[in-house]
T-cell receptor, first 111, second 116 residues
């Protein structure tokens, strides 16, 4: 099983601030996804990255896949209270359909 | 919009009792996952199906947990007997299987299990 480490574990910021969360592994992933989960609900897919060095933007969210496909970051610009939630990264190894999740970063954006 | 259906949404059961969860994946999705999630942590894979076959159940406590997907469509996860430590959110997800090893998973709303 491939391990994904997310940091920080908890993050509390003021509305309008920028933030970055990280997802790291010693293993290479064929693809990596980011999900957002609200309390009591299932995770919702935000983005998938598959190419080393790839950058994807989703409104105020910017996702980057490391060149070696072992790590990824999520950057949020001008955070809003609606961004509050648990952010999870998940990856699958080369030739595998098994999806492994990190422990998540719990983000709180204070109005 | 197609979605993964799970039931029940909430379940309270006494320890030593049996409990079952049901999942109906998105139509056409060959891969089905059952995950367990402790509050505030990431989901942990219990079992993964490809059509009706189990492809990974290495983390499934087989002395008390069982899972089936008889016709390769919907699935049932059972716990018997339930223990206090089984209290968690049980999530079902499905994904397409294609030549690109697509693992984008779509989750249901989960079943919140409380064992008392």
């Amino acid at each position: 099983t491939q391990l994904l480490e997310q940091s920080p574990q908890f993050l509390s910021i003021q509305e309008g601030e920028n933030l970055t969360v990280y997802c790291n592994s010693s293993s290479v992933f064929s693809s990596l996804q980011w999900y957002r989960q609200e309390p009591g609900e299932g995770p919702v897919l935000l983005v998938t990255v598959v190419t080393g060095g790839e950058v994807k933007k989703l409104k105020r969210l910017t996702f980057q896949f490391g060149d070696a496909r072992k790590d990824s970051s999520l950057h949020i610009t001008a955070a809003q209270p609606g961004d509050t939630g648990l952010y999870l990264c998940a990856g699958a190894g080369a030739g595998s359909y098994q999806l492994t999740f990190g422990k998540g970063t719990k983000l709180s954006v204070i109005p | 919009e197609a979605e993964v259906a799970q039931s029940p949404r909430y379940k309270i059961t006494e320890k030593s009792q049996a409990v079952a969860f049901w999942c109906d994946p998105i139509s056409g999705h060959a891969t089905l996952y059952w995950y367990r999630q402790i509050l505030g942590q990431g989901p942990e894979l219990l079992v993964q199906f490809q059509d009706e076959s189990v492809v990974d159940d290495s983390q499934l406590p087989k002395d008390r947990f069982s899972a089936e997907r008889l016709k390769g469509v919907d699935s049932t996860l059972k716990i018997q007997p339930a223990e206090l430590g089984d209290s968690a959110m049980y999530l079902c997800a499905s994904s397409l299987r294609d030549s690109r090893f697509n693992t984008e998973a779509f989750f249901g709303q989960g079943t919140r299990l409380t064992v008392v």
